[in-house]
Antibody, heavy 121, light 113 residues
Framework: EVQLVESGGGLVQSGRSLRLSCEAS????????MHWVRQAPGRGLEWVSG????????GYADSVKGRFTISRDNARNSLYLQMNSLRAEDTALYYC??????????????WGHGTMVTVSS | DIVMTQSPDSLAVSLGERATINCKSS????????????LAWYQQKPGQPPKLLIY???TRESGVPDRFSGSGSGTDFTLTISSLQAEDVAVYYC?????????FGPGTKVDIK
């Protein structure tokens, strides 16, 4: 079964750091670009960051650029998001999502159930 | 950055009737070399992650009922539910994957009238 399972969320004070993880199974992880998408309570979807299959290309939303770092370990079938200098507005459910194709430019066909990050001010 | 807008914000449709959602991008998401529109539609039900419905603006994802269809090109796109079912109550989002950042539309909530 194709699956993405996020972990690492929690309650953290403003200004502190948190590292999210996403473990993939059921597909050849190293073949696909991966992304983080977040959803604040009661709000819409916001793309946060993406990384191509070999980590050579990464991208970030302006709202997190310089604070968040995406990475992956293909040997461990895992995606990560290092979040530094957290702010109250980073409070959201963070989803891990898989590109449909091996190219960097595709829709997101598999999503995890998310991990909640709450930043207290 | 490309800006995505959707209309309406919400709509209520009777069971069995047609629901139409519009999505507009601030610049074209048509990649002319491939003749493909880099536009996807997702469905999100309460308490669940988003689900891919349509990609390349009009290609239905495997397992998605054929009452869902996508159309449009360039900057204007439409998601149509031809005969609304109770299980279609959800928020629907469009997303462009033509460029980074991969912006989502604000969402359209679909309810039963």
């Amino acid at each position: 079964e194709v699956q993405l399972v996020e972990s690492g969320g929690g309650l953290v004070q403003s200004g502190r750091s948190l590292r999210l993880s996403c473990e993939a199974s059921g597909f050849t992880f190293e073949d696909y670009a991966m992304h983080w998408v977040r959803q604040a309570p009661g709000r819409g979807l916001e793309w946060v960051s993406g990384i191509n299959w070999n980590s050579e290309n990464t991208g970030y939303a302006d709202s997190v650029k310089g604070r968040f770092t995406i990475s992956r370990d293909n040997a461990r079938n895992s995606l990560y998001l290092q979040m530094n200098s957290l702010r109250a507005e980073d409070t959201a459910l963070y989803y891990c999502a898989k590109d449909k194709y091996s190219t960097w430019d595709a829709a997101f066909d598999i999503w995890g159930h998310g991990t909640m990050v709450t930043v207290s001010s | 950055d490309i800006v995505m807008t959707q209309s309406p914000d919400s709509l209520a449709v009777s069971l069995g009737e047609r629901a139409t959602i519009n999505c507009k991008s601030s610049q074209s998401v048509l990649y002319r070399s491939y003749n493909k529109n880099y536009l996807a539609w997702y469905q999100q039900k309460p308490g669940q992650p988003p689900k891919l419905l349509i990609y390349w603006a009009s290609t239905r994802e495997s397992g998605v009922p054929d009452r869902f269809s996508g159309s449009g090109s360039g900057t204007d796109f439409t998601l149509t539910i031809s005969s609304l079912q109770a299980e279609d109550v959800a928020v629907y989002y469009c997303q462009q994957y033509y460029s980074t950042p991969r912006v989502f539309g604000p969402g359209t909530k679909v309810d039963i009238k």
